[in-house]
Nanobody, 126 residues
Framework: QVQVVESGGGLVQAGGSLRLSCAAS????????MGWFRQAPGKEREFVAA????????TYADFVKGRFTISRDNAKNTVYLQMNSLKPEDTAVYSC???????????????????WGQGTQVTVSS
């Protein structure tokens, strides 16, 4: 069982920044691929960003490219999502997910992930 806990959400004005953190339990965190997804009210959950177990590859949704950066610190069992130039349409619950398989085939799909956190609310005011 892997526990996943997000933090760092909050209320920010448009154009501002937030950094989300995701801590995952387990001695093999360094072997997990990690992803961030978000769900806005009335909408389906969508992919935001993902990072391979080594940190050597990342992928982003088109709507966050150039604004968000995913990174990880395997020594701290933590993955981060730095969000800059936030827009009101970025308002959502952001969830972190763990993929325990070594493959990096479908990191943008929800079915690739085994464990999910409860999410952290991000609200961007205009």
């Amino acid at each position: 069982q892997v526990q996943v806990v997000e933090s760092g959400g909050g209320l920010v004005q448009a154009g501002g920044s937030l950094r989300l953190s995701c801590a995952a339990s387990g001695r093999t965190f360094s072997s997990y691929n990690m992803g961030w997804f978000r769900q806005a009210p009335g909408k389906e959950r969508e992919f935001v960003a993902a990072i391979i177990w080594s940190g050597g590859s990342t992928t982003y949704a088109d709507f966050v490219k150039g604004r968000f950066t995913i990174s990880r610190d395997n020594a701290k069992n933590t993955v981060y999502l730095q969000m800059n130039s936030l827009k009101p349409e970025d308002t959502a619950v952001y969830s972190c997910a763990v993929d325990r398989t070594p493959d990096w085939v479908t990191p943008r799909t929800q079915r690739a992930y085994d464990y999910w956190g409860q999410g952290t609310q991000v609200t961007v005011s205009s």
